[in-house]
């Protein structure tokens, strides 16, 4: 086998990084660094100390070549056994088998377009294609794939490509890209997109990306773009990786160490209008200071789920909030809500009281404000007019009525 042929065993990926002797041991081994580290036990080194292949730590191993390896079949192959003959496909999922528990018959890891020796044509008709979860290896296999279809969707979810420098241009009519867990950072996505005039969407959940100012990438008609669960900490790192892109309207940053956003003196993201930050270390005043960031007259946001009052008051162009819209009804009263207490020095505050006017003093009740006064008149006795002098009874209006006729009844004996 090739080094850098990708593999499956029990439902867990690896790549092929060593073939040959591992002394003591007789027989031909394989050096295998798995895509998950739970599955691994090391970083190539072999019990005799010997380094024979490196990986991250707690991701390697050694299997006898004689050991059960899936080595994934052909695109049309696995086409065939799922979808027929059919010749009119649009849409079509050849998802590799989950990690864990049991998979769908369909399951299948794909590993390459055609077997040694095929000479038919490939699928013309196919738009949205999955293969996640498949064993190949290299941009240059999924270009053998796709060069004939309108493909305007791809997903490679928990795919690991080998980083090229140059893609072959089989992409031309791709919109939503979907790269999840494949190791995919902003520079090798930034090369991906020269060969995607199309490209709209993009998915790089789960890749372990640090920043998006290694590169400036071009992606001029890229409006969404899902970075959630990376490693992204400074705000000003996101801002000058997606502020070159002229019509991005959507960022999702869920799951990320984000630290403090500084305020802007003038909008830093032109198109920007959805922006998610649920499970962020974000505070209120950074949530402040990204509205500051933001050109567009009325936005939505992700956040918190238990702060909708707060967030409403806090941030004046919010018109959506957690994927539920902000009715005119609710923002006045939570702005009135939000000017319950004095906010020295906070500009929002003085804002609002500027349109709502300045809060009412609260008033304080004493136990005198709770106390009712009644006239009891009972049937045995004159009208009161003709009462000679009267007695006074404060009773609280939270009294029970059983209590009242005991205190009139006492007053009566």
Not at 51 to 66: I, K, Q
Not at 217 to 235: F, K
Request: include cysteine.
């Amino acid at each position: 086998m090739l080094v850098g042929t990708r593999l499956a065993r029990h439902g867990h990926t690896g790549t092929l990084l060593y073939e040959g002797p591992l002394p003591p041991y007789p027989g031909t081994f394989y050096g295998i660094a798995w895509d998950c580290a739970e599955h691994g036990k090391h970083d190539g080194t072999a019990p005799d100390g010997t380094r024979y292949f490196a990986c991250a730590p707690g991701h390697g191993t050694y299997l006898a070549a004689t050991a059960r390896i899936e080595w994934g079949v052909a695109f049309v192959d696995a086409l065939r056994e799922k979808y027929g003959d059919r010749s009119d496909l649009r849409t079509v999922s050849l998802v590799g088998p989950p990690p864990h528990g049991p998979s769908d018959p369909s399951c299948v890891y794909v590993a390459k377009a055609v077997p040694d020796g095929y000479r038919g044509a490939l699928p013309r008709t196919i738009t949205t294609l999955d293969l996640s979860r498949s064993l190949l290896s290299s941009w240059d296999e999924v270009a053998r794939i796709v060069r004939d279809m309108p493909l305007t969707s791809l997903a490679l979810q928990h795919v690991r490509l080998r980083p090229t420098a140059h893609v072959p241009c089989a992409f031309a009519h791709l919109e939503h890209l979907s790269l999840g867990d494949s190791g995919t950072d902003w520079a090798q996505m930034a090369v991906l997109a020269r060969a995607m005039p199309r490209l709209a969407s993009i998915e790089l959940a789960r890749n372990g990306i640090t920043t998006l100012a290694s590169v400036d990438a071009d992606m001029p008609h890229v409006h969404t773009i899902q970075l959630e669960d990376n490693a992204l900490g400074a705000w000003h790192d996101v801002v000058r990786g997606v502020s070159r892109l002229p019509r991005l309207q959507k960022l999702v940053l869920t799951g990320n160490p984000l630290e403090r956003i500084p305020r802007a003196s003038a909008p830093t993201l032109p198109a920007l209008c959805d922006v998610h930050v649920d499970a962020t270390p974000l505070d209120w005043d950074d949530v402040q200071a990204l509205e500051t960031h933001l050109a567009a007259p009325a936005w939505s946001l992700v956040y918190h789920r238990d702060a909708r009052v707060e967030a409403i008051g806090r941030l004046a162009k919010l018109t959506c909030l957690n994927h539920t819209p902000i009715t005119p009804e609710e923002r006045v009263d939570a702005e009135r809500y939000y000017l319950r207490e004095p906010r020295p020095g906070d500009a929002r505050y003085e804002a609002l009281v500027r349109v709502h006017g300045p809060p009412a003093p609260a008033s304080v009740a004493s136990m005198h404000d709770k106390l009712l006064s009644i006239s009891y008149v009972h049937a045995s006795t004159p009208h009161e007019a003709a009462w000679d002098e009267a007695t006074s009874l404060s009773l609280l209006k939270t009294m029970p009525m059983r209590l009242v006729h005991r205190r009139l009844v006492q007053l009566r004996s």
